[in-house]
């Protein structure tokens, strides 16, 4: 059975309702999979998954949330060679420039994108849903 880790960090729910989704498309392909918010989770247990989903909506100005989540995501780089992950966030007026820039940074640590990123602007819709939980699955499977 594949351990998967979702790491997310959301502060209004969109993100958080992405996470959710993920998980279960994970959980849906037999995975032991599990949510995890930025200060569960660092570099020291990331061995431990075979794949992680990394969840974090546009802050700052089209940056992630520079408080928690970068921090640990920075924390991770390092060690991101060779990883399978995948991305997904929400975001509000931009143009994914966020999440553009996060894959490029994935990409150059070495990371194994294993599926498009899935960008969800504010709340997810239904379509968002799915896109999520086809994450989770492709991720778990
Ligand atoms: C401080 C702050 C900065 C933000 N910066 C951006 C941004 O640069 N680009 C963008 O598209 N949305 C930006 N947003 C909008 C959020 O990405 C959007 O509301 C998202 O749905 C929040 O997700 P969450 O509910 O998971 O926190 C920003 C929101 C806040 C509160």
């Keep these: 059975m594949s351990k998967i880790a979702v790491v997310y960090w959301s502060g209004t729910g969109n993100t958080e309702a992405m996470a959710k989704a993920v998980l279960e498309g994970a959980k849906e392909k037999g995975a032991e999979a599990v949510l995890l918010a930025p200060d569960e989770f660092d570099v020291s247990i990331m061995e431990s998954y075979d794949a992680i ?19 640990m995501f920075a924390s991770c780089e390092s060690k991101l060679s060779g990883k399978r992950i995948a991305l997904f966030g929400s975001y509000g007026w931009g143009d994914g420039e966020w999440m ?36 989770g699955e492709n991720l778990g499977q």
């Design 100 to 135: 553009r820039d996060w894959e490029t940074r994935c990409k150059e640590a070495g990371a194994v994108l294993i599926c498009e990123s899935v960008i969800c602007n504010e709340m997810p819709d239904d379509e968002g849903i799915q896109s999520c939980k086809a994450l």
């Design 53 to 71: 989903a990394f969840g974090c909506p546009a802050m700052g100005a089209e940056v992630l949330e520079e408080d928690e989540f970068e921090p």
